[in-house]
């Protein structure tokens, strides 16, 4: 006990709890006014300020939501994943918190990512949902992302809770490129009309300019959901330590 | 935007009710753990004011 | 406890609790047999997806055992003992695997040609179906032992293991299936074989680390 106290009086550092609560208050506000206004910014160039694409018409604009989505369905995978490397080999409770209040955030993304990618695919290819490669392995991370969050919620123990998930998320990094590449085998087999290629690496500026601030804006996201809910997550496991301490001092 | 419209009115709608609705989570989350944070210290603070009466009572 | 005295108990008590081999075989037997009810007794369509069919059935009965691969072990104590031996977990984990494996999967394959009757299949797909078995129900037992090590101090983990195991499964059905219909296009099995090969040497390595790791969170 005596030790971590003397630790964090000579390391007060954005890394501990407390240090770290009364940061995220302070610049919450700016973070949030930050995020609204790149969507703003973002929406602005999406849907008025770009061209349509000579192909596929207005249907291109939701690309300006689709790809960032999923890009940052995969972001915070990997966020979670260097959580569960802070929470395994340095056993900082900071990073078990970052890595249970990640895991929704990554499944809203991962949903969004699917629910557009399947708006944009009726148009283009004729269908609600085709299994391309992207959007299979796509729905296969929305599966990762429940089971994570049901295997957080099933053990009481918080910090067990973490280290166990934890060793879950990063075999998880370890398959994600395997799973990828299995469904990309198995969809060069298998393809029947025509694929289209949505992003490719030939993207004309006008287009990528609202692409990467909407990405930006989405990251911004991030930044504000996840420090505020790990804000929250901070909250309540004080409430459960005073609980815990009140329930030891009355017996 | 022509006869697409409809798709990427679709689009825009379902990412950010999905966006409104992690913001609300985020909300009610906190609102939510604040009220936990208050009942288990006023539960604490009554717990301590028993245990100060029974020490009194004992002395 | 030697890793092989290990190895014979945990088959041993795997057929004898009656969750192990032979349930597993009826319940593989059962689904094999839904399907036609399902899709309807065409028998040349019955040909064409009996064996993705079978990887099915496979996939769902490997499931089953799971929940008490360490479990049973953690009630008792066994696993305890096992954490304080000279042994690493990680070869204990192999061993159990491997246990698990023969009590659950071996009898699988050896049912799968009765079931690959009823689907209409030729000696060949069967041959070929049977060889992909072999080589990917390893992988299968060594990702749920992971699945049921991480969730091995909870209460009615089976759903849960499922959740986790699927979708880690996903490249294991791919290349399977994917060997059985390059034979049935007369294309080359190899690759596919290989691949498969590939997966279950990489869950080989994984699997023993990330499921001792979990075991030993969970003390």
Same mark, same amino acid.
């Given at each position: 006990?005596?030790?971590?106290?003397?630790?964090? &009086?000579?390391?007060? !550092?954005?890394?501990?709890?407390?240090?770290?609560?009364?940061?995220?208050?302070?610049?919450?506000? $700016?973070?949030?006014?930050?995020?609204?206004?790149?969507?703003?910014?973002?929406?602005? &160039?999406?849907?008025?300020?770009?061209?349509?694409?000579?192909?596929?018409?207005?249907?291109?604009?939701?690309?300006?939501?689709?790809?960032?989505?999923?890009?940052?369905? &995969?972001?915070?995978?990997?966020?979670?994943?260097?959580? =569960?490397?802070?929470?395994?080999?340095?056993?900082?409770?900071?990073?078990?918190?970052?890595?249970?209040?990640?895991?929704?955030?990554?499944?809203? $993304?991962?949903?969004? !990512?699917?629910?557009?990618?399947?708006?944009?695919?009726?148009?283009?290819?004729? =269908?609600? @949902?085709? @299994?391309?490669?992207?959007?299979?392995?796509?729905?296969?991370?929305? $599966?990762?992302?429940?089971?994570?969050?049901?295997?957080?919620? =099933?053990?009481?123990?918080?910090?067990?809770?973490?280290?166990?998930?934890?060793?879950?998320?990063?075999?998880?990094?370890?398959?994600?490129?395997?799973?990828?590449? !299995?469904?990309?085998?198995?969809?060069?087999?298998?393809?029947?009309? !025509?694929?289209?290629?949505?992003?490719?690496?030939?993207?004309?500026?006008?287009?990528?300019?609202? &692409?990467?601030?909407?990405?930006?804006?989405?990251?911004?996201? $991030?930044?504000?959901?996840?420090?505020?809910?790990?804000?929250?997550?901070?909250?309540?496991?004080?409430?459960?330590?005073?609980?815990?301490?009140?329930?030891?001092?009355?017996? | 935007? *022509?006869?697409?419209? *409809?798709?990427?009115?679709?689009?825009?709608?379902?990412?950010? *009710?999905?966006?409104?609705?992690?913001?609300?989570?985020?909300?009610?989350?906190?609102?939510?753990?604040?009220?936990?944070?208050?009942?288990?210290?006023?539960?604490?603070?009554?717990? *301590?004011?028993?245990?100060?009466?029974?020490?009194?009572?004992?002395? | 406890?030697?890793?092989?005295?290990?190895?014979?108990?945990?088959?041993?008590?795997? /057929?004898?609790? %009656?969750?192990?081999?032979?349930?597993?075989?009826?319940?593989?037997?059962?689904?094999?047999?839904?399907?036609?009810?399902?899709?309807?007794?065409?028998?040349?369509?019955?040909?064409?997806?009996?064996?993705?069919?079978? /990887?099915?059935?496979?996939?769902?009965?490997?499931?089953?055992?799971?929940?008490?691969?360490?479990?049973?072990?953690? +009630?008792?104590?066994?696993?305890?003992?096992?954490?304080?031996?000279?042994?690493?977990? +990680?070869?204990?984990?192999?061993?159990? #695997? #491997?246990?698990? /494996?023969?009590?659950?999967?071996?009898?699988?394959?050896?049912?799968?040609?009765?079931?690959?009757?009823?689907?209409?299949?030729?000696?060949?797909?069967?041959?070929?179906?049977?060889?992909?078995?072999?080589?990917?129900?390893?992988?299968?037992?060594?990702?749920?032992?992971? %699945?049921?090590?991480?969730?091995?101090?909870?209460?009615?983990?089976?759903?849960?293991?499922?959740?986790?195991?699927?979708?880690?499964?996903?490249?294991?059905?791919?290349?399977?299936?994917?060997?059985?219909?390059?034979?049935?296009?007369?294309?080359?099995? %190899?690759?596919?074989? #290989?691949?498969?090969?590939?997966?279950?040497?990489?869950?080989?390595?994984?699997?023993?680390?990330?499921?001792?790791?979990?075991?030993?969170?969970?003390?």
């Amino acid at each position: 006990m005596s030790t971590t106290l003397r630790t964090d &009086l000579v390391r007060p !550092s954005i890394i501990n709890p407390g240090r770290f609560g009364a940061l995220v208050d302070r610049y919450m506000p $700016f973070l949030a006014a930050l995020t609204a206004l790149a969507f703003a910014v973002g929406l602005y &160039l999406a849907l008025w300020a770009s061209p349509e694409d000579y192909q596929q018409g207005a249907t291109v604009r939701i690309m300006y939501v689709h790809v960032p989505a999923a890009w940052l369905a &995969l972001f915070t995978y990997m966020v979670m994943a260097s959580a =569960a490397l802070g929470t395994l080999v340095w056993r900082h409770p900071l990073a078990d918190v970052a890595g249970k209040t990640a895991a929704p955030i990554g499944a809203v $993304f991962t949903a969004i !990512s699917l629910a557009s990618g399947s708006i944009w695919g009726k148009p283009m290819w004729g =269908a609600w @949902w085709v @299994w391309d490669a992207r959007l299979t392995s796509m729905l296969i991370l929305l $599966f990762m992302y429940l089971g994570l969050i049901a295997l957080w919620r =099933a053990i009481d123990d918080p910090g067990r809770a973490a280290r166990v998930t934890g060793i879950a998320t990063l075999v998880g990094v370890i398959n994600i490129p395997i799973i990828k590449f !299995s469904v990309d085998w198995w969809n060069t087999l298998h393809q029947g009309a !025509s694929v289209m290629r949505f992003d490719g690496p030939t993207i004309h500026p006008s287009m990528l300019v609202p &692409l990467l601030v909407m990405a930006l804006a989405f990251m911004l996201l $991030f930044a504000t959901v996840h420090l505020s809910a790990m804000r929250t997550e901070l909250i309540r496991r004080r409430a459960r330590t005073v609980r815990l301490r009140t329930a030891r001092g009355t017996r | 935007m *022509g006869d697409y419209a *409809g798709y990427v009115i679709a689009a825009y709608a379902v990412t950010f *009710g999905g966006i409104a609705a992690l913001i609300a989570w985020t909300v009610l989350d906190r609102v939510g753990a604040r009220r936990a944070l208050g009942r288990a210290e006023r539960a604490a603070s009554r717990a *301590g004011d028993a245990a100060a009466g029974n020490a009194r009572d004992a002395a | 406890m030697s890793l092989l005295a290990l190895y014979v108990r945990d088959v041993r008590l795997a /057929w004898a609790a %009656g969750g192990g081999g032979p349930v597993g075989v009826i319940f593989y037997l059962a689904v094999t047999a839904v399907a036609p009810f399902a899709v309807g007794p065409d028998l040349p369509l019955l040909t064409r997806i009996g064996p993705a069919l079978l /990887w099915i059935a496979v996939l769902l009965a490997l499931l089953l055992g799971l929940e008490r691969l360490f479990q049973a072990d953690q +009630e008792d104590g066994t696993l305890d003992l096992l954490r304080l031996g000279d042994t690493p977990l +990680e070869l204990v984990v192999l061993m159990k #695997a #491997a246990a698990h /494996w023969t009590a659950a999967a071996l009898p699988l394959l050896a049912a799968t040609p009765f079931a690959a009757l009823l689907l209409n299949l030729d000696g060949a797909a069967i041959l070929v179906t049977l060889a992909t078995f072999l080589v990917g129900t390893p992988a299968l037992a060594l990702v749920g032992a992971v %699945g049921a090590a991480v969730a091995v101090s909870l209460r009615r983990a089976g759903v849960l293991i499922a959740i986790l195991v699927l979708p880690l499964s996903v490249p294991v059905v791919i290349f399977g299936v994917s060997a059985i219909e390059a034979a049935g296009a007369g294309r080359a099995v %190899g690759p596919s074989l #290989a691949l498969l090969g590939a997966v279950t040497l990489v869950a080989a390595v994984v699997a023993p680390l990330a499921a001792a790791a979990a075991l030993r969170e969970s003390e």
